[in-house]
Nanobody
Framework: VQLQASGGGLVQPGGSLRLSCAAS????????MGWSRQGPGQERTFVAA????????YYADSVKGRFTISSDNAKSTVYLQMNSLRPEDTAVYYC??????????????????WGQGTLVTVSS
């Protein structure tokens, strides 16, 4: 199992970042790939997920319309395009994979393989 997240950094409010998560082919082929985040002193919360087919995506209400999750099967990589970033988006972002069920796709506990996090800081 291998998940390698990258792309975090410091960005001003209203700016954009794209996170990448490179996975081993075996990990990438699992039912769902997702992103969660954990802010300072907060619990880890769901951000977005994509089905292995790439045809279905799922978002937390707080990021819907601003973030887009996508995947590149040839590269076994999942992306998170983040636009219109806000200070409250500041967090460590983690990518993860799961063979769980659709009803639990927005629950971080469903994901049992995790990469290391990448820090996103939104500040002026």
């Amino acid at each position: 199992v291998q998940l390698q997240a990258s792309g975090g950094g410091l960005v001003q409010p209203g700016g954009s970042l794209r996170l990448s998560c490179a996975a081993s082919s075996r990990t990438f082929s699992r039912r769902y790939m997702g992103w969660s985040r954990q802010g300072p002193g907060q619990e880890r919360t769901f951000v977005a997920a994509i089905a292995s087919s790439g045809a279905y995506t799922y978002y937390a209400d707080s990021v819907k319309g601003r973030f887009t999750i996508s995947s590149d099967n040839a590269k076994s990589t999942v992306y998170l395009q983040m636009n219109s970033l806000r200070p409250e988006d500041t967090a460590v972002y983690y990518c993860a994979s799961s063979n769980g069920v659709l009803s639990a796709v927005r629950q971080p506990r469903m994901y049992n393989y995790w990469g290391q996090g990448t820090l996103v800081t939104v500040s002026s």
